[in-house]
Structures are given as C-alpha cells and as structure tokens.
C-alpha cells in the first residue's frame, strides 16, 4: 500500500490542491459580497430569489471548503464583511445595477465556477476533494440552467450573432 491508497483524508493534500481550494475559497466569498450588494439593486422578484439561492449554495461550499483548508493546517483567505441591506428606491437611478445586468453577471459567475470545479476536479489526486468539488459543479449546473431561463423568460437574453446554414440539399 502506497502513501496514497487509504483513507483520502488522512492524504495529504498536494500544492495544487491547497492553492485551487484557497483561490475557489477566497473567490467564493467575494461573490457572495457580490450578490448581497446585487440584492439590493434587484426589482424583480425571480431574480432575487436566485440570488439568494446564489447566496445560500456559496455559504454551503465556503462552509466545506473551510472545514477541508482547516483539517490540513492551511490559513484561510479573509472575508469580507455582509453587505448591510439597502431599500432600492434609496439608490439613485443612475447608480442601480439593472436587473439584466445583475442576471448577466450572475451567468457569468456561474460559468466561471463551473470551470474553476471542473479544473479542481481534474487535477485532485483525493477523491474526496474531487467528489466535493463534482458535487460544487452539479449544484452550479443546476442553478445556472434556472438563471438561463430566467434570462430566457424575461427577454434578458442577448444571444450571439445566430448562424444559420446555407447549405442546400443537393
């Protein structure tokens, strides 16, 4: 038996592994401060509710990701403080964000994340860290496929030029 073949957790966890994690950690605790201030700039009911939803996973995987960093003997990144809740009319209209966006950047940070689990998943050599961040990515799909429709149902979507094909049959 290897080093590598018990438990994963009693594994150490590799330079890249420590470095992904501490990044994903730091960024997702950013983009939670992102979301509270965009909650205060939303009009729309839908849109908040998925910020929120935005919010509460991202608490979820600061919550596993802290709890990992802090059984391996790795400092954490710093976090910034809740943003305090603000009545919108309060913000002036040329200031607010705009609910498409707020739907946009959120997009965004999803498609990031999915990439950033993707890359973290492939380069573990802990399978629980893998399953962790497999777990972080599925959760991120499905969040996203809910702003997509969102974006879809409200005309918030700007697609690309679309391309359609010429080609006649012969």
């Known amino acids: 038996m290897g080093i590598l073949s018990g438990n994963p957790k009693d594994e150490p966890m590799h330079y890249g592994e420590v470095f992904s994690t501490w990044s994903f950690l730091m960024t997702a605790k950013g983009l939670i401060a992102g979301c509270q201030t965009h909650l205060n700039h ?5 849109l908040r509710k998925l910020l929120e939803e935005a919010i509460q996973g991202g608490q979820q995987e600061i919550k596993q990701i ?24 309060d913000i002036p209209t040329g200031a607010r964000f705009q609910d498409p ?62 391309h359609y094909s010429k080609a006649k049959d012969c």
């Open 42 to 46: 939303t009009g729309d009911e839908d």
């Open 66 to 89: 802290e709890t990992l960093l802090k059984e391996n003997g790795v400092g954490l990144p710093p976090t910034p403080p809740d943003r305090p809740e603000a009545c919108l009319e």
């Open 101 to 162: 966006e707020i739907a946009e950047s959120l997009s965004m940070n999803i498609a990031a994340g999915l990439v950033a689990c993707s890359q973290i998943m492939g380069q573990s050599i802990r399978e629980d860290i893998a399953m962790m961040f497999g777990q972080f990515h599925v959760q991120k799909a499905t969040l996203g496929a809910k702003v997509l429709r969102l974006n879809k149902e409200k005309g918030w979507l700007i697609p690309p030029p679309l």
